[in-house]
């Protein structure tokens, strides 16, 4: 499929592919209303994004580039280390990043440094870094220094505004959660009044790619989320009733589905073929590669011969893939 | 009514005159304040004083005028005090000063006024009011002034940027009359502020209203707000707890 290689001026042309019991309807996203029912339930990610690209350098002075993966104290974040260059070079080719050692200094600007706690078992190039700033410090820090994370199919550089959803609140995730990226309001509202409730849950959705095959293969890495009560009680009352629960991106999906260990958190779920899904009932998601990690995901909603034709008809139908390409739309009554 | 116990409150302006004392009354009010203005010493200021107090507050420092700093104020905020739950388009820039008529005035001069005054609120707003009404909770008060609505010889630039922001509130309340937000303009009247003695040096600071007393009438509004007019012009010297 082809990359949708810059935010989308106009997101009333975004494409929707509709997939309910085994068939398939080319739509848009202005239809999404037309494929809701009052009762149903649209949950999304609130997260907003943080600019979690840090460009930095090590002691010997050889530049490398942070992304952030998540917050794991108040100075504590755990980031992916890449080496020279930048979201240019498509991540498989960067060149590796020097060996860290625990205690080694990372060089962000004169007076923002990270100090490496550690790494973590899967690869060399995933550290905890313990920041020299914490508080309000640390943050402006953050968005002083810090760029959207960003990848080589894109033709210019993001700006923060356009890695933000309309309904974005606190800065947990490191890649925009994109599958909400052409929702509007006028859009969100013709939905309420419609009578689908729609509801927030917050979750720091996390890179898409590292690079590291050995990172790459396990994701996605744990990711903090946190579902509010009355998210909680409107998925229940959705559930017992004939409403739908429909999710606007996985990073909902895997927050809703380990709610049973409580409202917040970290979770390790990974969705799959086999995946028996407790809670959630629909997916608005990104058109996804046969060959990326979303692809698997989406098994846990459809069998594979459905997704094979699903992926057949993105591909000959010129739908636009990543995270300001077209939507898909799943049902899985 | 409003309860500010635990609340994220972001204001801009927020070290110097009505955001400081608002900034003060609020986090007294067990609100948890965000506070944005561009020089950081006044700002730390404010921050410690109200600390010191046993209250919760940060500094954010930022121009509400440049775009780019949007998502950044924003972002600090909820990071930092949580999802913003009352948003106070405080910070106002004069215009020309000394005040100038309208063919004196510069383009620039007009020009940075909006931007501070009617663009950087709408800026803030679009950022903010997703959430609020997800959350369906969220006041958004905007500081206007009589100026908005008085045509007063040498206000323009002043005066026509808050009499757009006035319009604004309308606007946004009547586009999500309902939805979970809540929007109000606000007169403040005069003060005993640097902008005022800017705009008005030969005003006496005893005529003037303090920034506490103005401030204490806000927190009324904002926590009736849900007994306001969705939208509402209110003009501080005339209001009455309902």
Not at chain 1, 45 to 54: I, Q
Not at chain 2, 90 to 107: E, F, M, R, Y
Not at chain 2, 226 to 237: E, P, T, V
């Amino acid at each position: 499929m082809k990359a949708a290689r810059a935010p989308r001026a106009d997101k009333t042309n975004v494409k929707l592919l509709v997939v309910k019991d085994g068939e398939i309807e080319d739509s848009s996203i202005e239809r999404l209303p037309d494929h809701l029912r009052s009762g149903d339930l649209l949950v999304v990610n609130d997260a907003a994004t943080l600019p979690a690209s840090l460009p930095a350098r090590d002691a010997r002075n050889n530049r490398v580039e942070l992304r952030l993966t998540k917050q794991l104290d108040e100075r504590v974040w755990q980031a992916a280390v890449f080496g020279a260059g930048d979201w240019r070079t498509p991540t498989e080719d960067r060149p590796s990043p020097p060996r860290f050692a625990q205690g080694q200094e990372i060089l962000i600007a004169p007076d923002f440094r990270a100090r490496v706690r550690g790494e973590d078992q899967l690869s060399g190039r995933l550290l905890d870094l313990e920041f020299n700033l914490s508080g309000e410090a640390l943050w402006r820090s953050l968005y002083q220094h810090g760029k959207p994370v960003q990848y080589s199919y894109l033709e210019d550089e993001l700006k923060l505004w356009s890695v933000q959803n309309v309904y974005s609140s606190r800065p947990w995730a490191v890649e925009m959660p994109s599958a909400g990226h052409a929702l509007s309001w006028r859009l969100m509202l013709r939905l309420i009044r419609k009578g689908v409730q729609v509801v927030p849950l917050t979750h720091g959705a996390g890179l898409s790619s590292t690079g590291d095959v050995r990172i790459d293969l396990a994701l996605p890495l744990a990711e903090r989320f946190e579902i509010p009560l009355s998210t909680m009680e409107a998925v229940r009352r959705t559930s017992v009733g004939a409403g739908r629960v429909i999710a606007v991106g996985t990073s909902v999906v895997r927050a809703l589905e380990s709610a049973d260990q409580g409202p917040s958190g970290f979770t390790t779920l990974k969705l799959g073929p086999g995946y028996e899904r407790k809670i959630v009932n629909g997916l608005l998601t990104g058109t996804h590669d046969v060959s990326e990690s979303h692809y698997k995901l989406l098994q846990a909603f459809l069998p594979e011969n459905i997704l094979a034709l699903v992926s057949r008809h993105l591909e000959r139908q010129d739908y636009l893939t990543h995270e300001f390409g077209d939507l898909c739309l799943i049902l899985a009554e | 009514m409003f309860d500010f116990n635990g609340k994220s409150v972001l204001i801009t302006g927020g070290s110097r005159g009505l955001g400081r004392a608002l900034a003060r009354r609020l986090s007294a009010e067990g609100a948890k304040v965000a506070l944005v203005a561009r020089h950081q010493e006044e700002l730390d200021e404010v921050v410690r004083e109200i600390r010191k107090q046993g209250g919760t507050a940060f500094g954010i420092v930022a121009d509400v005028g440049d775009k780019e700093s949007v998502y950044p104020i924003v972002g600090q905020a909820a990071a930092l005090a949580g999802p913003v739950d009352v948003l106070i388009n405080n910070a106002s820039a004069l215009g020309p000063v000394p005040l100038q008529l309208i063919p004196d005035t510069d383009c620039e001069d007009f020009e940075r006024a909006l931007q501070v005054n009617t663009i950087g609120p709408f800026r803030l707003i679009k950022a903010v009011v997703g959430s609020m009404i997800l959350r369906k909770t969220g006041v958004i008060v905007n500081i206007s002034s009589d100026a908005a609505v008085e045509a007063y010889p040498s206000w323009g630039v002043y005066g026509a940027s808050k009499a757009a922001l006035d319009h604004l509130t309308r606007i946004a309340a009547a586009e999500m009359a309902d939805a979970g937000a809540r929007f109000f303009s606000v007169d403040p009247g005069e003060m005993a502020t640097l902008m005022h003695a800017q705009a008005l040096p030969d005003a006496d600071p005893a005529d003037l209203q303090s920034p506490d007393a103005v401030a204490e009438k806000i927190v009324t509004m904002i926590r009736e707000s849900d007994r306001i007019a969705n939208g509402s012009r209110l003009i501080a010297s005339e209001w009455r707890p309902l």
